[in-house]
């Protein structure tokens, strides 16, 4: 069961071949990821339109050395796997066009795969998990708290309503002088920080349900970081990455909790906590997440960081997931900017209550 994952919906081209059927260790056959940091760097963020040329420049290339490495031809293949969203447009489009001219070149089936589909079924590539799963997806573009019932089967628990955590850590970053992008600079000065020197908000900390804010947060940091002057010392610095890392470590772990109490109560002695995402790769939040694992009874995977990042395998390993279920997509499928897993999110009644 050997499938071709596609994945350029933000600023890494990535391409892989994934073998469904063997055992985890040697699943991943190959996994090649381009980061696009360097073109976006001058710009402190990811620029769109830079974003979607540089896929266009690099995916050929990338699906070739995917397919050599792996040592298989498009005709080994079962099936081919390209994120058709959520994501940046532009970049979505080359993935999703490049997937589908192979499929329909080759007669293979085409899996169009939900870019968080592809983080939140990870730890099943990764780790022997079965359904269900409570997942937390903290990424760049997103922070979620999903029940994960089944290939396709997902209830949101909570989401942010403003920044997702990457983007908080993206944001302090800048604020901090620390460059892009803002996740490892702020957890390589956090290191050395002390924590407890600045108060900063928890926003919605200790608030029923399970959702996220960080722009208040943020907001905090910018006004701690005038008060430290134009040149602030390095162990200022490293206070308020620490400081700041603490404060989103504790809010996630509160609202981990909430959704905890939800899951016992649907899947009562399951007790299993999955983290995906860019975020997942912060070693402070693991160790607080490991804690709170630990005293509500719950297990915990996280697949290694580069599987935690955008990556070519996780969407290649999704598509297996659903060449499995026979979630098989015909050539009319659209890519789309935005699509969210659980289309009927609504508040849960039971997040927060512990059972
Ligand atoms: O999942 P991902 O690669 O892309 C999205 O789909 O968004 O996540 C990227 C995000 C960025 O915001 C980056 O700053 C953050 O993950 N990130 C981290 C760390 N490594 C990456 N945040 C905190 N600590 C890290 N070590
Ligand atoms: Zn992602």
Known sequence: MLVLGIETSCDET??????????????????????????????????????????????DRLVTQALAE????????????????????GGVLVGLMTGKAIALATGKPLLAVNHLEGHALTARLTHDVAFPYLLLL????????LSVEGVGKYIR????IDDAAGEAFDKTAKLLGLGYPGGPAVERTARTGNAARFDLPRPLMGRAGCDFSFSGLKTAVRNMRATLGPAPSAEDLGDLAASFQMAVADVIADRVRHAMYWFDTQHPGVGRLVVAGGVAANSALRERLRAVAFEEGFTLDVPPPK???????????????RLRAGLVDDLTVRARPRWPLDPDAEPKPFAGVKA
């Open 157 to 160: 628990l909570g989401t942010t």
């Open 307 to 321: 599987l935690c990042t955008d990556n070519g395998a996780m969407i290649a390993w999704a598509g297996v997931e």
């Open 70 to 89: 792996a040592g298989v031809g498009f005709a080994d293949l079962d099936g081919i796997a390209a994120t058709a969203g959520p994501g940046l447009i």
């Open 138 to 145: 903290v990424s760049g573009g997103h922070c979620q708290l």
């Open 14 to 59: 990535a391409a892989a071949v994934v073998d469904g059927a063997a055992p985890i260790r040697d699943r991943i056959r190959s996994n090649v990821v381009l980061s696009q940091l360097a073109e976006h760097a001058p710009y402190g963020g990811v620029v769109p339109e830079i974003a979607a040329r540089a896929h266009v420049e690099h995916l």
